[in-house]
Structures are given as structure tokens and as C-alpha cells.
């Protein structure tokens, strides 16, 4: 049987070109992880959702007007003061900070982590790119033509990764990177997943949510590291690389990943 699964597709669902990879992995991990095929539903008639600062969408839950269980693994919250029905099967959500915002008792022992950190478990198999590149740049879909970007992608040794590319090239890419600078969040949980030291970087100033990246690192025990700035890119060289992303410390990774396996439902 299909599983019915909701992700956000954005302008993908009429273009193509326009897949944001972070929201369009879920699909793929989601399948990896149930071992059947999944297809997009919308959320009203899904049976499940993952991937994405999509939590909010829970309330549209309905068929009849009547509200309706969702299986929930490893979704997330993106701003402060949010309230979720205790009503879903909670799995797995992205941080504490989602675990905090679901209303009702007993859910201090969900599994925490984004599945995204599967990113490698999907890649499984699959011959391992070497390193090409000193330096991978992942801009949001915002900040695609910022000067900083554009700047910095004249450097030797630099590789501008656009998040609209193929899931499976967007993984490829980050793969043949040694430092990962993002300001997309799946940008920065791809690299994590693979092991590659990353940093976020903050280009387009209250266009995308800080509180998803806070509740992202959450699942680490960590406060997020302080973001690199706009200046900060436009001046990277693949010399200052490692530099710039400073000290990488992901505490209890391979047990995070362990944890959003072992919740996964039996749908």
C-alpha cells in the first residue's frame, strides 16, 4: 500500500525547476524508512508528515470537519509561542522546542532530530563523490542572487549549490565539499548528516525563520552557533574555509539517527 505522505512543495507543485531540495527530501527518507512507495497527498487525506517547518499545518487536519491523526515523524515549528493537538501520533519532531509547543502530557520521551541527518543512510550504496571543492555555498532560495553569493562564487575552489538542482545532486554536491557555508537549513542537516563541518550564514535579514534553526540544534542539546554575516561570505576564499566555520561539534549525532529509525512508524 502507498504511503500517503505531506511535504511542502511550494512553486515545485507547478515548476519543476522550482523543488526546493529540503522540502522535496522528505519523500525520498520517508520511503528509504517505511521500505514502500510514498506518494504526496495534501494534508487533509495524508497519513503522515515529516520533513519541514510544517507543524502549523496540523490544525488543516480534517476530512468532514472532522479532525483527523496524522502520524508525525521528525516535523518542526518555525516561531515561538505555537500550540500542536495532542491529538497526532508524535513519533519524532525536530526539537524541544516542537516537543514543547504539543499541547497535553506525555511526550517528554518523543524522539528528537530532523530526518534529514538520514541523508547519508539514503545515499547508502551509492559510490561516495570525492572532494572536489574547498568550499560549498548553499543559499537559501531567497538569497540565491545576493551580491555576497555572487561574490563569493568567483572564488578558486568555491562551489555555489543551488537548492532548486535534483535531491539527489544537491546531495552529491555538499558530498564533494570539505566546509559547508548555508543559509538554507537542509543545506546545513545534509552536510551534518554527512559529516561535513558547516555554518549558517545570514543573508536576507527576517525572511526566514531564526526559531527553526534554534529548535533544530536543540535536538543536539546545543544553543545554534553564531551565523556568519553577509560580509562574512563576500570575503570567503577557500583559504579561510575552515576558519570560518570554526569549531563543528554535533554531541549524540549517530544516536539521533539511530532514534528517528527506530521511531518510525508501522503504518
Known amino acids: 500500500m502507498v504511503l500517503k505522505l505531506y511535504w511542502c512543495r511550494g512553486k515545485g507543485r507547478d515548476d519543476p525547476g522550482q523543488c526546493n531540495f529540503g522540502d522535496f527530501l522528505s519523500p525520498l527518507i ?23 517547518s510544517i507543524m502549523n499545518r496540523e490544525v488543516k487536519a480534517r476530512r468532514l470537519l472532522l479532525p483527523r491523526r496524522l502520524h508525525v515523524w521528525g516535523s518542526g515549528t518555525d516561531a515561538p509561542g505555537r500550540a500542536f493537538s495532542a491529538r497526532h501520533h508524535y513519533h519524532a519532531v525536530r526539537g524541544s522546542h516542537t516537543r514543547d509547543q504539543i499541547t497535553g502530557e506525555g511526550f517528554s520521551a518523543v524522539a528528537l532530530g ?17 572532494k572536489r571543492y574547498t568550499l560549498g555555498v548553499i543559499p537559501h532560495y531567497v538569497d540565491r542572487d545576493d ?22 545532486d544537491v546531495l552529491k554536491a555538499i558530498q564533494e565539499c ?46 545554534e552557533p553564531a ?11 577557500a583559504a579561510s574555509a575552515e576558519r570560518l566555520v570554526g569549531e563543528y561539534l554535533r554531541p549524540g549525532l549517530d544516536g539521533i539517527k539511530r532514534g528517528l529509525l527506530s521511531a518510525f512508524p508501522s503504518l
Not at 555576497?148 to 555555489?160: T, W
Not at 551534518?192 to 527553526?212: C, E, T, W, Y
Request: aromatic share 10%.
Open 178 to 223: 570539505h566546509f559547508i557555508l548555508s543559509s538554507s537549513m537542509h543545506g546545513l542537516i545534509v552536510a551534518d548528516a554527512f559529516g561535513i563541518p558547516n555554518r549558517r550564514v545570514v543573508l536576507s535579514q527576517g525572511m526566514i525563520s531564526d526559531f527553526k534553526f534554534v529548535d533544530y540544534y536543540s535536538a543536539f542539546g546545543l544553543a
Open 30 to 52: 520517508v520511503e528509504m524508512a517505511a521500505g514502500r512507495a510514498v506518494e504526496y497527498a495534501p494534508i487533509h487525506k495524508a497519513d503522515m508528515m515529516a520533513i519541514g
Open 114 to 130: 530532523d530526518p534529514g541527518l538520514l541523508a547519508n543512510e539514503w545515499w547508502s550504496g551509492r559510490p561516495r563523490p570525492g
Open 147 to 168: 551580491a555576497a553569493v555572487q561574490r563569493v562564487a568567483m572564488q578558486p575552489g568555491v562551489r555555489i549549490i543551488d537548492v532548486y538542482w535534483p535531491v539527489e
Open 227 to 237: 551565523s556568519l554575516t553577509a560580509g562574512d561570505l563576500a570575503g570567503a576564499t
